[in-house]
């Protein structure tokens, strides 16, 4: 988790779920808090939604001295924009430094007048690079005079470099060069870099990071997930503040890709550096791909840059803790517990279960996972129902005019993530919800993604069975299941899941020794 949050977490009561929030010119915003504190995710599509809420507010109430802020802001992000082209890391790490103590400044209800050290002319003035000149040119000065004094001592003999407090050069009386000259021709070369690049850019405005980053997650607004679009926003967004958003998308290269790679894998700020960078990746191919880089940086895809993901470690449920749930459950919490166990549902897949996708007579459902429906090869998985999963899913139907099988007491979704044109995310989770209630009751801290886990994993434990835990999941098939039930997949799934139910205790054992057998059969 960030270190710094510029939203602030507001736990729920009453029933109600927490929000992050943000206090803003004496008002009060609030956003959806999603699965709590920890959910990044939530935290990024709500800091997503409350900047895009900050412009609106500040285009009709603009702060005190917001336009100073903001011209200094631009003409550091110039700065930062070559250095990135032109490889200089300390000149970029002062402009990042500045950028985001300007921004944050800027953020606060009543901004104070800009501090000139602050500004890029401020950074390069000689007073402000070395405070302390006055004192030590008079302590020279009063060296100086000390020596001429002295008999037999040439004038200025003994001193012939003396190092300024602050100053990055030393003082060298005897040769006339003094530290002022070198500091003023900086800032004279920098002022140059900025108009040349003022110049290039001018009236390409579209070419720029910022403004390709705001299309590209323009095109995924209505194409991913709530939760994946937040990803994109906060990983481009880090990209585009490193980079430099006013940086031409031109100047995107293999050494942008590697130079960002190192930036991610030195940053303790970064909460998954795999994922930031694959985004970037994501939008480098974008860009090739509608024409707006002439070349596909050449590194993109090498091996080099990669980060090395740990193995996860995978949590299931005892039967003990199965048990506990189910007795604890109500009715319509235990059917969620039994969809999971039973199908190796999520949330969204109960939300999304269809009335025609469950063939009521037969006790089974037929259907694709929601998550990768639309991806080739994903199967179309029928699971047979235990006794009890099928009693509870005829209980707690839905009128047969909705479309979908379970709904929530007011007659909406049990689950649903929306993202708003202005970047806000609406998320619904009754599942979640009631699940987190019954786990307080029994005091078990598991998720619910374990319980699908859980099946899976038994099933790929049994020497009889393995291979079919991709099925069971409704992941694109591999050889392993295709080939070693390429006869009859459905009848081995079937008795997969029978044996599931045995396990579980929720079916009795067709006999004393099929648990035995079973079991031993395991590798």
Known sequence: MPRNLKLT?????????????????????????????????????????????????????????????ERAIRKWDLVLAWCRKNNDGSMAAAAVAKIEVLKRSLDSPRPKPLAKADTLDGFLDFTS?????????????????????????????????????????????????????????????????????RETIAGRSDHSV????????????????????????????????????????????????????????????THAPKDAFDSVRQFTRWLWNIEAIPTLPRNIDDVSLRFETPSPRIVTYTNEEIAALIS???????????????????????????????????????????????????????????PRTSHLLSLERASTDSEFVLLNERGGPLWQAEVSTDGTIRKIDNIRTAFQRLT??????????????????????????????RLFLGLSKRDIAESHYAADPQAALDEAILWLGQQYGLIPMANPGSQCSASTASD
């Open 9 to 69: 977490w507001l736990p729920g009561f009453g029933g109600r779920a927490g929000r992050w929030r943000k206090k803003y010119k004496g008002k009060i915003y609030s956003f959806p808090g999603g699965r709590g504190k920890s959910d990044m995710d939530s935290y990024a599509a709500a800091l997503a939604a409350w900047e895009r809420r900050k412009q609106e507010i500040d285009a009709f109430s603009p702060k005190p001295h917001q336009e100073e802020y």
């Open 210 to 269: 910022r403004t390709h980053v705001g299309s590209f997650l323009e095109t995924k607004l209505n194409s991913v997930s709530a939760g994946r679009y937040a990803s994109l926003h906060q990983h481009l967004t880090a990209f585009s503040a490193w980079l430099g958003e006013e940086t031409p998308v031109t100047d995107i290269n293999g050494r942008t890709l590697s130079s960002y790679f190192v930036e991610l894998q030195k940053s303790k700020h």
């Open 440 to 469: 307080a009751k029994v005091k078990i801290r598991k998720t619910l993604k374990s319980l699908k886990k859980t099946s899976a994993t038994r099933i790929k434990s049994n020497g009889r069975f393995r291979g079919l835990e």
């Open 328 to 386: 604890a459950a109500s009715q319509r919490t235990e059917l969620y517990l039994l969809l999971m166990l039973n199908c190796g549902m999520t949330q969204k897949d109960i939300a999304d279960l269809k009335q025609s996708e469950v063939l009521w007579a037969e006790s089974r459902i037929v259907r694709k996972r929601s998550k990768t429906r639309r991806k080739k090869g994903v199967p179309t998985v029928s699971y047979q129902l235990w």
């Open 129 to 197: 690079r070395m405070p302390n000149w006055d004192r030590s040119l008079a302590e020279v000065t009063r060296m100086l005079e000390t020596i001429d004094k002295e008999e037999h001592a040439p004038p200025s003999a003994a001193v012939d470099a003396i190092t300024v407090q602050g100053a990055e050069s030393v003082l060298l009386p005897n040769s006339g060069i003094l530290p002022v000259d070198s500091i003023e021709t900086e800032r004279l070369i920098w002022n140059d870099r900025i108009d040349v690049l």
